[in-house]
């Protein structure tokens, strides 16, 4: 219960992370900040959807 509470907090966040970083890819011209951004980007994904596959095991 307390793991689903977590995720259910942490996603949303994630969320708002993923839309701050998709802002300022938008706004870059620089290539070196593009690629940094885009390697956050990547990462955050990945979390984002190893917690929903696990707040879907949870709610099983």
Known sequence: QR???T????????EGKRATILEQ??????????SKLSAEL???AEKLENHEMR???LQD
Do not use: A, G, Q, V
């Not at 995720?7 to 994630?14: L, N």
């Open 25 to 34: 890819l938008n706004n870059e011209t620089d290539y070196e900040k593009i």
């Open 7 to 14: 995720i259910e907090k942490e996603i949303p966040e994630f």
């Open 55 to 57: 707040w879907l095991e």
């Open 3 to 5: 793991e689903l509470e």
């Open 42 to 44: 990547e990462s955050l």
